[in-house]
């Protein structure tokens, strides 16, 4: 069992940054993708940002795109989301994600993911 715990959330203004840290309990180099998410109140979780083990592949949501930077530290078995220019709609909890890649799918996509934290609250007021 891979436990995986988020950290770096918080309250923040408008225009702020925030930088979420995702830590894995086990050795996050053999994963397939390691994955950010959010949900926000009376919303379905959506996806935020991937990136596969060599970070070879980065992949954004177009809400975040230009504004949010994924990487890896797989030394430290960590994922981090830099988030920049943050906006009342980036409120949300804030889950981290591990894919080993046995359950196939888009690393896009929820189902793609083996292990999840239990989530980082992130508010942006205006």
Not at 21 to 28: G, L
Not at 62 to 77: H, L, M, P, Q, Y
Not at 90 to 118: E, H, I, P, R
């Amino acid at each position: 069992q891979v436990q995986v715990v988020e950290s770096g959330g918080g309250l923040v203004q408008t225009g702020d940054s925030l930088r979420l840290s995702c830590a894995a309990s086990e050795r996050t180099l053999d994963s397939h993708a390691m994955g950010w998410f959010r949900q926000a109140p009376g919303k379905e979780r959506e996806f935020v940002a991937a990136i596969t083990w060599n970070g070879g592949f980065i992949y954004y949501a177009d809400s975040v795109k230009g504004r949010f930077t994924i990487s890896r530290d797989n030394a430290k078995n960590t994922v981090y989301l830099q988030m920049n220019s943050l906006k009342p709609e980036d409120t949300a909890v804030y889950y981290c994600a591990v894919s080993f890649g046995g359950k196939g799918g888009n690393v896009l996509t929820m189902k793609a993911y083996d292990y999840w934290g239990q989530g980082t609250q992130v508010t942006v007021s205006s």
